[in-house]
């Protein structure tokens, strides 16, 4: 496998796996330190919409010039009114947003932004994956080494009662299904459409080793 395809495959790892190892990352767009927002205020201030048209679906953007061209206008009638409409104009963007992602809109939030999320980000901004590579790649291995090693040491004591027995069992389970999920997320040719599927799959080995 050639260094870029290693790359590329990280990326989509780090993408994949963040989603399926815990419950799913949550939209950094919705908070006040998304790329989202800083980018809105910017338009706001330079009255030029252009920008930030990316952020919506091509069906929306007839709303979302609307939207602006208002806020453009009251904005322009004083402090309260301009803090009133960027209000309401970042709340219709990050509204359509997240429509187009098929997602709800639940307000914007002051949440901080994930690390992982904030590690990508950052990746973007400096043009290189490398760094967030070294950190990913050195995270998945030791996980794997303290899963395999909790595994190792629970077979060596799982014959001696029913209760060292599921022990192993559930160490097992969660290393294999690590090791599993880490080679779902390789293997994709695109880790948010393989999610779902690999989290399938991830359910069906529970409900095998329910029976």
Request: net charge neutral.
């Amino acid at each position: 496998m050639s260094n870029v395809g290693s790359m590329e495959r990280m990326a989509i790892l780090v993408a994949g796996l963040m989603f399926l190892l815990t419950s799913g990352l949550s939209a950094h767009c919705d908070t006040a330190g998304g790329p989202v927002i800083p980018e809105a205020k910017a338009a706001l201030e330079k009255g030029d919409v252009t920008p930030i048209l990316k952020w919506v679906k091509k069906e929306n953007e007839a709303e979302i010039k609307t939207a602006f061209t208002k806020a453009v206008v009251v904005r322009a009638k004083g402090p309260e009114a301009k803090d009133l409409a960027d209000q309401y104009f970042l709340e219709t963007l990050v509204r359509l947003h997240r429509a187009g992602e098929g997602a709800p809109y639940t307000g914007i939030t002051n949440e901080p932004v994930k690390p992982i999320v904030a590690m990508a980000d950052k990746a973007l901004a400096a043009g290189s994956v490398d760094e967030m590579v070294k950190k990913m790649s050195g995270h998945f291995a030791e996980a794997i080494k303290e899963k395999f090693k909790k595994a190792v040491e629970a077979k060596k004591n799982k014959d001696k009662s029913v209760e060292a027995g599921r022990e192993y069992v559930e160490a097992y389970v969660t290393y294999m299904h690590y090791v599993e999920v880490l080679r779902d997320a390789i293997m994709s040719d695109d880790a948010h459409h393989a999610a779902p599927a690999a989290s399938g799959t991830h359910q069906e080995k529970d409900a095998e080793h329910k029976h």
